[in-house]
């Protein structure tokens, strides 16, 4: 697919391939953004020189059934499941949620729990400083049939981590746990700024061939996070949709490609809905289910 011209920048879809394997349909998608650090430059003159500009990207998600959308499935106990996190059916934009890192397969990869442990922070103490990278909190929520052991999930409470969003030193879809610690794109010194210096987004979406599920619709926004002398802003400086569609009980996928949704205007009301929605979470950790609720880490506004 080519690339995607916007207002601060460049979206590079570096891959995107229809999936099947194993049973599954889907998409296999490495997302990149590029900014351009002469239009932040501009069109932020209020940015602090010298301070660190963070770009994250942060997805929401609707699944397409073959009876209508998709309006909540029974979450998995513990766990910050599509049902806990989707707009509830009574509500406008319905079914939109967001996407963050939800790893099922069972039982779970110890790097995979390497990769979340490199990722995480105190719970009761969770990091929401904008420039630090290592904010990525993880909930083991090991909880199988009312019993804890080694399989179940690993769920995140960051709103800024969607699937393996790492530096571009990892090869696509790894469990590989070295080099972690970049889950977002941070610029120091704009002069000096890689010109290939991206954000990555990477995606692996699929659904069980026989499903009733015949797609997804997602949409990607980048947050800008950046110091001014009056503190920290956060401006959603565009977001983007792409998906993945088939039809019932076949493997043949088409892709929908890359399109500009808002371009400096802030969040669509999907991406809105679904921030509310978000919110308002809270998760137990079934390895200390007396420990109380943990809350999710709230996703900011758009700062005007």
């Known amino acids: 697919m080519p690339p995607l011209e916007v207002s601060t920048g460049t979206f590079h879809p570096a891959r995107f391939d229809p999936y099947a394997e194993e049973g599954q349909v889907g998409a296999k998608v490495s997302l990149e953004y590029q900014p351009s650090t002469f239009k932040i430059k501009n069109l932020f003159p209020d940015y602090l020189p010298g301070s660190p500009a963070v770009f994250h990207l942060l997805q929401i998600v609707r699944e397409v059934r073959q009876q209508g959308q998709n309006l909540g499935v029974q979450p998995v106990n513990g766990n910050i499941g ?20 939800l790893i099922t397969k069972k039982p779970v990869r110890a790097a995979y729990r390497k990769i979340a442990a490199a ?3 105190a719970l009761t103490n969770p990091v929401q400083h904008a420039a630090d990278c ?13 019993t804890v052991g080694p399989s179940g ?3 995140s409470l960051d709103y800024r981590y ?3 969003r790492l530096t571009e030193t990892i090869p696509l879809f790894t469990a590989q746990e070295e080099q972690t610690g970049g889950n977002a794109l941070v610029v120091t010194d704009w002069k000096a700024a890689p010109k290939q210096t991206r954000a990555t987004l990477r995606d692996n979406p699929s659904a069980p061939i026989n499903s009733d599920v015949l797609g997804m619709d997602f949409q990607t926004a980048v947050l800008l996070q950046y110091q001014t002398n009056n503190g920290w802003k956060n401006k959603y400086v565009v977001v983007v949709s792409w998906g993945w ?20 205007t802030g969040l669509t009301p999907e991406f809105l809905a679904a921030r509310t929605q978000w919110n308002g979470l809270s998760v137990t950790d079934p390895a200390n289910p007396n420990a109380g609720l943990h809350p999710v880490i709230p996703m900011p506004d758009h700062d005007v």
């Open 82 to 101: 599509y049902a806990e996190r989707c707009v509830p059916g009574h509500l406008q934009h319905a079914g939109w949620a967001l996407d963050v890192d």
């Open 153 to 155: 999930v690993l769920a």
């Open 245 to 264: 569609a088939r039809d019932a009980g076949k493997s043949l996928v088409r892709l929908r490609e890359v399109a500009t949704l808002t371009d400096r």
């Open 119 to 121: 990722r995480k922070d």
């Open 162 to 164: 969607s699937q393996q």
């Open 134 to 146: 290592q904010a990525q909190l993880t909930v083991d929520t090991s909880l199988v049939d009312g």
